[in-house]
């Protein structure tokens, strides 16, 4: 009998741990083909040359490696192209002809364009996309996913899904369907097993550990600071030190991973559970969910709003303050404002790929209000060098505090010397990275 072939197209979900993508593509076919290949946005971008630093790149290799060896645990192995998605997952298709292609949901529009690409181009295949970057299906949620119908703000969001139930993580899988016998003798052009890098220059040369030196990208590390947080107290205090601009246990540190689909956001939301019938249930325990639900409103904020996510009128189509003097933009990304507070962050940012919630809202509130920019050259600008840059979350914070996104009350505007002294009392923050 002919055996059916499958190709399960990695995308936002670099994990075997709950991975419902993986799950359903291992348990359709009888041969696998799984495969990476970078999207649109590592490619191209209207705001920089290279879309990605080294650090990020850095940072996506490492996931990659990291699941490589773990779908090679299961004799299973990852092929990674370095040409654009489009045209790859297309030659993909076209070599292996399998029955079936499975990816998991993006929320980011040019990247649902171009799964809606392939399928047109190859119509008599199956074609399914599983929901594995949010902690809801899309029919599971209490509204219709639209422009129209997605809540207007998070709280009326978050007072709908509050009380719908959540699905348990699943395991990884204990086996996977064997890639087909022929996988090594017959190569698409432009793909190569991980083992022979394959990614685009840049994250070539990035080779080295990265600047941070704290973060490093895979499910391994991912999952290990998932114990280490909720084996340490920290869990009991994050509403009151979750604003701190520095310090590692302050916030869980989660976003890169559950960026790069390291860690599901289901699987954290276990582990606290876990922790609150350990330790206590407390106003600090419940802020992480209500952090992770702001983050789930993003998803479908991005999911609703479409190319509106990019659009510098954001969802309001309200016209801000646009200023692109280049000058005042050179000196915001390296840390030569007039802002003390504003340079220390903007260090940080650049030296380690990380900043902090109130770090990244006052830059953003000194971007748009005091330097009066284009609010999009801001959130580029994290996009290259945030190592958990994620479509939805990024463009979603910037357009709420530039006034044209999901904030109810409009343009936010930080007093920076107030915050300074709140969040820095005694300068050592800025001292660190001024
Ligand atoms: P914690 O405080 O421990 O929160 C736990 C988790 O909740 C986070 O990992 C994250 O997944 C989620 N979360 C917390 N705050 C937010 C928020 N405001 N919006 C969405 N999710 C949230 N987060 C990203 O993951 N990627 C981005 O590209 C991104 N860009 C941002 C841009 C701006 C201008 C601002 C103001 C915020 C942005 N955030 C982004 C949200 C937030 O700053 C980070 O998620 C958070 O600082 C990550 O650190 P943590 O994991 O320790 O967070």
Redesign the pocket.
């Known amino acids: 009998m002919k055996k059916t072939r499958g190709l399960y197209w990695v995308s936002n979900d670099l994990r075997l741990d709950d991975n419902p993508a993986l799950i359903t593509a291992s348990s359709r076919v009888d041969e696998l083909i799984v495969v990476y290949a970078p999207g649109r946005a590592w490619h191209e971008s209207v705001w920089h040359k290279q879309p990605a630093s080294p650090a990020r790149w850095q940072f996506l290799y490492e996931g990659l490696r990291c699941m490589d060896s773990q779908l090679g645990r299961l004799g299973q192995r990852l092929l990674v192209s370095d040409s654009p998605a489009q045209p790859s997952i297309a030659a993909c298709i076209a070599h292996y002809q399998p029955a079936e292609v499975i990816t998991s949901v993006q929320a980011g529009w040019y990247e649902r364009q171009l799964w809606n690409q392939l399928r047109a181009q190859f119509t008599e295949i199956r074609f399914t996309a599983v929901h594995s970057h949010t902690l809801f299906d899309r029919d599971a949620l209490p509204f219709d996913c639209s422009a129209a119908h997605l809540p207007r703000t998070f709280s009326a969001f978050r007072r709908l899904i509050e009380s719908t139930s959540l699905a348990a993580p699943k395991p990884a899988p204990g086996k996977l369907p064997p890639p087909p016998g022929d996988i090594e003798s017959t190569p698409v052009a432009g793909f190569a097993p991980l083992t022979k890098p394959a990614l685009p220059p840049a994250c070539q040369n990035a080779a080295g550990p990265h600047d941070s030196g704290f973060i490093t990208g895979g499910e391994r590390a991912a999952q290990e600071q998932l114990a280490s947080y909720f084996s340490s107290a920290a869990p009991s205090h994050?509403k009151a030190v979750?604003n701190a601009l520095d310090g590692w246990h302050?916030?869980?540190?989660?976003?890169?991973w559950?960026?790069s689909g390291s860690l599901s956001?289901r699987r954290?939301i276990a582990a606290l559970r876990d922790y609150e019938r350990r330790a206590g249930a407390n106003e600090s325990t419940y802020?992480?969910f209500?952090?992770?639900?702001?983050?789930?409103?993003?998803q479908w904020y991005a999911h609703a709003h479409g190319t509106s996510l990019f659009a510098i009128g954001g969802i309001r189509n309200k016209r801000p303050v646009d200023d692109d003097n280049s000058d005042q933009l050179w000196r915001w990304q390296n840390g030569k404002t007039d802002f003390p507070i504003v340079n220390a962050c903007m260090n940080q940012l650049r030296r380690t790929g990380?900043?902090?919630?109130?770090?990244?809202?006052l830059?953003?509130s000194c971007f748009v209000n005091e330097l009066g920019m284009d609010w999009r050259a801001?959130?580029a600008w994290?996009?290259y060098h945030?190592l958990?840059?994620?479509?939805?979350?990024?463009?979603?914070?910037?357009q709420?505090?530039a006034g044209v996104g999901a904030d109810p009350r409009g343009k936010r505007r930080f007093d920076l010397k107030k915050q300074a002294d709140t969040y820095d009392p005694d300068g050592q923050f800025r001292a660190r990275w001024g």
Request: charged share 20%; aromatic share 24%.
């Open positions: 994050y979750r302050h916030s869980t540190k989660f976003s890169p559950l960026a956001a954290i802020w992480i209500f952090e992770l639900l702001w983050r789930e409103y993003f990380y900043l902090s919630n109130r770090g990244r809202q830059v953003a801001g959130a994290f996009e945030l958990d840059y994620d479509v939805a979350s990024n463009w979603g914070n910037w709420y505090l």
